[in-house]
């Protein structure tokens, strides 16, 4: 009896300890995820606003959708960014990090594999609701009162539209593929289509194509993306799905050179992409000073921190690791994690931010000696405001505003920003289109090159050239 009672009084605790435990790392969990969703989300407008100092008040005179959407974009567009690394990082674990046969995923691979699917199911449905909230701001109108002429002109006429589109379709087809998933192949299959789906939007729109050198731009700045899409996903892939150590000590092995190499290309690229988007070294410098700079400075400066923490895990914590010590560097690396995806979130902003002016286009002002006259040159306003959406004409409540030269017989895409109706009148005929308030509409452009005039029935003093080449 006196064995046997205390044998009781040990058990007694037992059931219950394990019938409360696995609530507390799960709510423990997602207390934890929704903390870091607050912080990013303030950081993420924090710099938003950051970025816009210095930028000047908007002078296009167009409507805004209120402000529900202007602040509701950019964290959609954060959570797409972040769902895309979760895709690429997952598949990286599944289909190059872990060990395991050729023929067939392990029980961990496979787990991975899944996890791709919802991140990509996270990731299309981010695509879309951006896309329409992208819209949305365009046009001025909120998300329920967008037409469907708009729409269509939006997904088959801007770049911004296509990439969308494009990018949505591409993840809603990683999402199933990944569910499928049991091969090594096939995820490394899956994971080249992640990482083509992450650089579509910058080979169709973004800050690059409005860049000097829009090759090297978009270049740098694809290089860019898919060196830190790896190196992000991967390091949270492996805090999320590294839990044993025989699985993680192998992975992390295999990851540490990628990781490496990742982190020099993230560099480099994005220094060259930054310069050529303003406009060389000497720009580079002179930004520096506006709120795009400080931007560009603090997302640097994060990167030279992440590179440190890098170099800390090669000296501490991989050797505990390899000892069977692996608590140190899931701690090191969620906190490393923590730091990556604040980053995003500074690029985000980055991207948000217009990027400052040389101080010669600067002080040319619309009435200014150094101002481009009207059909004469890009006009600055339009490629300003929107010349990533790939917009050729754009009215406002004063005037037309031509963003540049068009290709002989292309679609010419037009906004109207206005709530009144308006035409574009060709002097010669060639072309005659009405253009609703609020709306984006195309029409051919003449299939001969050359300058064409034209204004609205609407107002004498509205009027432009289209030149065609």
């Keep these: ?6 044998a009781t009084r040990r058990s007694s605790p037992e059931p219950a300890a394990a019938a409360v435990s696995p609530a507390g790392p799960v709510t423990s969990r997602g207390t934890g995820v929704a903390l870091t969703g607050v912080a990013l989300t303030a950081l993420l407008l924090g710099s938003i606003e950051l970025g816009a100092t210095g930028a000047g008040p908007d002078s296009s005179g167009l409507a805004g959708a209120g402000p529900l959407v202007e602040w509701s974009l950019p964290v959609v567009t954060l959570a797409g960014r972040i769902a895309a690394v979760g895709t690429i990082g997952t598949l990286l674990f599944a289909a190059v990090l872990l060990p395991g046969g050729r023929a067939i995923l392990s029980p961990a691979g496979r787990r991975a594999a899944a996890a791709a699917s919802w991140w990509a199911v996270g990731w299309a449905g981010a695509t879309a609701l951006g896309a329409v909230l992208t819209l949305s701001r365009l046009v001025g109108v909120p998300p329920t009162a967008l037409t469907w002429s708009s729409v269509r002109v939006f997904v ?3 770049g911004a539209g296509r990439a969308a589109l494009l990018v949505a379709v591409l993840a809603a087809v990683l999402a199933l593929g990944a569910r499928r998933c049991t091969r090594p192949g096939t995820a490394r299959v899956l994971l080249a289509g992640a990482l083509g789906a992450l650089v ?3 080979a169709l729109s973004g800050h690059a194509s409005g860049a000097g050198d829009h090759v090297l ?3 740098a700045l694809a290089v860019h993306v898919v060196a830190a899409g790896v190196w992000v996903g991967g390091l949270l892939a492996l805090v999320t799905h590294g839990r044993s150590s025989g699985v993680l000590a192998p992975a ?5 050179p990628i990781a490496l190499l990742c982190l020099l290309v993230t560099a480099v690229s994005g220094v060259v992409a930054a310069g050529a988007v303003l406009g060389g070294a000497a720009a580079l410098l002179g930004a520096l000073g506006s709120g795009y700079g400080w931007l560009l400075t603090a997302k640097t400066s994060a990167l030279v921190v992440l590179g440190v923490l890098g170099w800390q895990h090669r000296r501490r914590t991989l050797p505990r690791l390899h000892a069977g ?3 140190s560097f899931r701690r090191f690396a969620a906190v490393e994690v923590l730091l990556m995806l604040a980053t995003l979130a500074l690029a985000v902003a980055l991207a948000a931010s217009p990027p400052p002016q040389p101080a010669t286009a600067a002080a040319a002002g619309p ?3 150094g101002a481009a006259a009207p059909g004469t040159a890009a006009d600055p306003m339009a490629g300003h405001d929107h010349g990533e959406l790939s917009v050729a004409v754009l009215i406002d409540g004063e005037r037309f505003h031509v963003a540049g030269p068009v290709a002989a017989g292309a679609r010419v895409t037009v906004h109207n ?10 002097a010669d005929g060639s072309f005659d289109v009405v253009v609703a308030g609020r709306s984006l509409i195309t029409f051919l452009a003449p299939t001969e090159p050359g300058r064409y005039p034209f204004t609205s029935r609407h107002s004498a003093a509205f009027g432009d050239v289209l030149v065609v080449e």
């Design 1 to 6: 009896m006196s064995s046997a009672a205390p």
């Design 156 to 158: 088959d006429e801007t």
């Design 200 to 202: 579509t939007p910058v």
């Design 217 to 219: 731009a978009a270049t």
């Design 252 to 256: 992390v092995a295999r990851f540490s």
């Design 325 to 327: 010590e692996p608590g």
């Design 367 to 369: 009435g200014s000696p």
């Design 417 to 426: 920003g206005t709530e009144r109706e308006v035409t574009i009148t060709a």
